[in-house]
């Protein structure tokens, strides 16, 4: 299960980085293309964010004495 969180992980990260870019370098004209850009990007951002935060919940991390 981790695995296939982590995998959604990956894709929405990558997903916000590229539609965040595509929504960046719009053009002002292009309006319609900004408004869909950015709300994929805010899409990827959620979905990232979502599977980051399950991930790190599950983290074991050993304590030092």
């Not at 950015?38 to 599977?51: C, D, K, N, S, V």
């Amino acid at each position: 299960m981790n695995k296939m969180i982590a995998l959604i992980c990956v894709i929405s990260w990558s997903g916000f980085w590229a539609f965040g870019y595509l929504a960046l370098s719009a053009r002002i004209e292009d309006q319609s293309q900004m408004v869909i850009a950015l709300l994929l990007a805010a899409l990827g951002f959620f979905t990232g964010m979502i599977a980051w935060l399950k991930l790190s919940r599950d983290v074991k991390v050993p304590l030092q004495a």
